[in-house]
C-alpha cells in the first residue's frame, strides 16, 4: 500500500471524527430552531451549554482534512476548489455565521427579542453547512467532474456538477445524520425525563430520516452516482456490509425506543461511522470519479513521507488532548 493510502485513511478517519463531532453540533443547531412551546427555553439551554466547551474545537478534524488534501492531493484540492466553489463558499459562510451567531446570543442583549434573532441565524447556519458538505461528497463521488489528472484543470462548469438531485440527496442525508447524533447525545445532557423525552422523540423522528434519505440516495445513484451504486450494490463486501449496517441501525431505534440512551450512544456512532466507511469503500480507488484516483493526484513521495510523519507526531499530541477535553467537560455526560 502506498503512502497516498495511508494519508486516504487518515482523511476518512478525520471525516468520521468530525460527522461524530461537529456534525452532532451541527444538528444541535437544528434542533435549537425547534425548541418551542413550554420547555423551549430550557432545551435551548441544554444545548447551548453541551456546544459551548467543545464547538470549536471540533473542527480541527475538517482543519485536518483541508490541510491533508492541500498538501498530499494537490490536483484534487484544486479540482475541488474550483468545480465546487459555490457550496464550499456557501458551507464556509454557515461556518462563520453559526460560531458568531453562537457567540453574540450567548454575550449580547439578553432580552427575547435578541435573543431569538441570534438564534435563529444559528440555526439556519446549522442547517445550511451539513447540506452543503453532503452536496460537496456527492458531488465528488457522482463522476461529472472532469478535470486533467496532471494540471487539476476543471473540464466541467461550476454548477451541473453539484445541483443535480442526487448531491442533493446526500446533503439532506447528512443532515439528518447530523440531527440524529445530536438527538441522541441530548439524550444524556439532561436528567429531566420530560426533556429526555422530547430528545428521544426527534431521535426517533431522525433515525426514520435517516433511513428514507439512505433508499433516496441509493436509488439516485443508478444516474447519479454509478460508481457508488456499484460499490455498494455489486462489490462482495457489499451484501454483508449492509446486514450489518441493517442491523447496527435497528438495534440503535430500539435502544432509543426503550429509553437505553447510553446504548443508543455507542450504536448510533457506529452506525454513521459504517455509513462513511461504505461510502470511503464504494468510491475507492477514486478520490474524485470519475479520473482523478488516490494515486494519480497524489503529491510525490518526498512530500508524501515527511506529511504522515508530521500527521503522527501530531496525533499523538491531539487525541490525549481530545480526551482530556472530553473528559473535563464532558465526563459527566460519557459516564450516564
Avoid at 9 to 16: A, F, K, Q, V, W
Avoid at 169 to 174: D, H, L, Q, R, Y
Amino acid at each position: 500500500m502506498g503512502l497516498e493510502l495511508y494519508l486516504a485513511i487518515i482523511m476518512l478517519i478525520s471525516l468520521i471524527l468530525y460527522m461524530l463531532t461537529g456534525g452532532a453540533d451541527f444538528g444541535g443547531g437544528v434542533w435549537d430552531l425547534f425548541a418551542i412551546g413550554a420547555r423551549g427555553k430550557t432545551q435551548r439551554d441544554i444545548i447551548h451549554h453541551a456546544l459551548a466547551p467543545i464547538w470549536e474545537a471540533n473542527h480541527v478534524w475538517l482543519i485536518v482534512i483541508i490541510v491533508l488534501l492541500f498538501v498530499a492531493f494537490p490536483v484534487a484540492f484544486a479540482t475541488i476548489g474550483t468545480a465546487l466553489h459555490i457550496p464550499l463558499t456557501l458551507m464556509l459562510v454557515g461556518i462563520v455565521l453559526r460560531g458568531t451567531a453562537f457567540v453574540f446570543r450567548t454575550y449580547d442583549d439578553q432580552s427575547e427579542r435578541v435573543h431569538l434573532r441570534w438564534s435563529r441565524l444559528f440555526a439556519i447556519a446549522s442547517i445550511i453547512t451539513p447540506i452543503m458538505l453532503g452536496i460537496t461528497l456527492g458531488a465528488i463521488a457522482s463522476g461529472t467532474i472532469h478535470a486533467n489528472p496532471e494540471t487539476g484543470q476543471v473540464q466541467t462548469d461550476f454548477i451541473s456538477s453539484w445541483f443535480a438531485p442526487f448531491p442533493f440527496a446526500i446533503g439532506f442525508f447528512t443532515l439528518t445524520i447530523c440531527t440524529l447524533l445530536a438527538a441522541v447525545y441530548l439524550t444524556l445532557e439532561t436528567d429531566d425525563t420530560s426533556i429526555q423525552d422530547d430528545f428521544r422523540l426527534r431521535a426517533i423522528i431522525a433515525a426514520i430520516s435517516v433511513g428514507i434519505l439512505a433508499g433516496m440516495s441509493y436509488l439516485l445513484s443508478a444516474e447519479g452516482a454509478p460508481l457508488i451504486q456499484a460499490g455498494l450494490g455489486k462489490s462482495k463486501w457489499s451484501i454483508p456490509f449492509h446486514i450489518v449496517t441493517g442491523l447496527v441501525a435497528i438495534l440503535g431505534i430500539w435502544s432509543i425506543w426503550h429509553r437505553y440512551f447510553k446504548l443508543a450512544r455507542i450504536l448510533i456512532p457506529i452506525q454513521v461511522t459504517l455509513i462513511i466507511l461504505g461510502w470511503g469503500l464504494a468510491q475507492y480507488p477514486y478520490l474524485i470519479a470519475p479520473n482523478l484516483t488516490f494515486s494519480n493526484t497524489a503529491a510525490p513521495e518526498s512530500v508524501l513521507k515527511p506529511v504522515l510523519i508530521i500527521i503522527i507526531i501530531g496525533g499523538l499530541v491531539l487525541i490525549p488532548a481530545f480526551w482530556y477535553l472530553y473528559s473535563v467537560f464532558k465526563g459527566r455526560s460519557l459516564t450516564k
